[in-house]
């Protein structure tokens, strides 16, 4: 069995001396217990990636966002460069609360995926269906264009880089339907199990079998303690991205247990 991968995404809240105390506490947890046998991630807000880069830990760290271009006059964006230089490891790209709130398209999330990729950074890349989408059966074709229009952003090269990639798999998919997030309506299993099947299917696709073996799709929408083994004992769920229920250290502590058992 693949190892499982979660990732708590902050979103907007903390504060600097939060972030770090929450970081710590989180971090002492994970190395004390050595029952953990899942990987972790944390995507903290900007401000505070580079203090938490400085704390030693097994954590994966990402940035919630980037921009593609190394510099330039772009006011208020961060770039990889800027991220590399504080020694994070990548960024999630196109989260739905920006495709929502910030005109993120799939074309925009594919030049982030190639830039960060040639920069050898890691990838969440976030797709998933509105409810008014589910509700009038476009589910598949909605994740079918988000994958094929975000990967044909990337160079031939870039692509042939995840390719070769297979045991350090830069590339995540998250899932996130976007009516389940921070709504407490979760998918059903089910649901999850089926969509994560059909993002295997096109991964092949545009790599190749054993390529989309290797990407980890992780399940993302009001995941928390109480449902997270029914999405997490399937074979087909390498993961979960977390938001509400990755904010309290312990909560998401007890997460990371929960899929170590
Ligand atoms: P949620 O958020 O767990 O609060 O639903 C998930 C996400 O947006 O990544």
């Given at each position: 069995?693949?190892?499982?991968?979660?990732?708590?995404?902050?979103?907007?809240f903390?504060?600097?001396?939060?972030?770090?105390?929450?970081?710590?506490?989180?971090?002492?947890l994970?190395?004390?217990?050595?029952?953990?046998?899942?990987?972790?991630?944390?995507?903290?807000?900007t401000?505070?990636?580079?203090?938490?880069?400085?704390?030693?830990?097994?954590?994966?760290?990402?940035?919630?966002?980037?921009h593609?271009?190394?510099?330039?006059?772009?006011?208020?964006?961060?770039?990889?460069?800027?991220?590399?230089?504080?020694?994070?490891?990548?960024?999630?790209?196109?989260?739905?609360?920006?495709?929502?709130?910030?005109?993120?398209?799939?074309?925009?999330?594919?030049?982030?995926?190639?830039?960060?990729?040639?920069?050898?950074?890691?990838?969440?890349?976030?797709?998933?269906?509105?409810?008014?989408?589910r509700?009038?059966?476009?589910?598949?074709?909605?994740?079918?264009?988000?994958?094929?229009?975000?990967?044909?952003?990337?160079?031939?090269?870039t692509?042939?880089?995840?390719?070769?990639?297979?045991?350090?798999?830069?590339?995540?998919?998250?899932?996130?339907?976007?009516?389940?997030?921070?709504?407490?309506?979760?998918?059903?299993?089910?649901d999850?199990?089926?969509?994560?099947?059909?993002?295997?299917?096109?991964?092949?696709?545009?790599?190749?079998?054993?390529?989309?073996?290797?990407?980890?799709?992780?399940?993302?929408?009001?995941?928390?303690?109480?449902?997270?083994?029914?999405y997490?004992?399937?074979?087909?769920?390498?993961?979960?991205?977390?938001?509400?229920?990755?904010?309290?250290?312990?909560?998401?502590?007890?997460?990371?247990?929960?899929?170590?058992?």
């Open positions: 069995m693949k190892k499982k991968y979660i990732v708590g995404n902050w979103k907007m903390k504060t600097v001396e939060s972030a770090k105390n929450d970081f710590s506490v989180l971090n002492q994970l190395s004390q217990n050595t029952h953990i046998t899942c990987d972790v991630g944390i995507c903290p807000p401000l505070f990636l580079n203090a938490l880069s400085a704390e030693k830990s097994s954590i994966t760290l990402y940035a919630q966002n980037t593609w271009e190394n510099e330039g006059a772009f006011t208020g964006e961060t770039s990889i460069r800027m991220l590399k230089s504080a020694n994070i490891d990548g960024s999630l790209v196109a989260h739905s609360e920006r495709r929502q709130y910030f005109n993120e398209t799939n074309e925009t999330a594919g030049k982030k995926i190639n830039a960060l990729i040639k920069n050898n950074m890691k990838v969440i890349y976030c797709v998933g269906e509105s409810l008014e989408e509700e009038s059966g476009k589910v598949y074709d909605v994740i079918k264009t988000q994958l094929k229009d975000a990967f044909s952003q990337c160079k031939k090269s692509l042939e880089l995840i390719q070769s990639n297979l045991e350090k798999m830069p590339v995540s998919v998250a899932y996130e339907p976007v009516w389940a997030i921070g709504t407490g309506k979760a998918a059903t299993p089910k999850a199990h089926d969509v994560h099947t059909y993002i295997r299917k096109e991964l092949a696709e545009i790599f190749n079998q054993e390529t989309a073996n290797s990407i980890q799709i992780l399940y993302g929408g009001s995941v928390k303690p109480e449902n997270i083994k029914d997490l004992t399937d074979d087909e769920i390498d993961g979960a991205l977390v938001g509400g229920a990755s904010l309290d250290p312990k909560v998401f502590f007890e997460l990371c247990s929960l899929v170590s058992l």
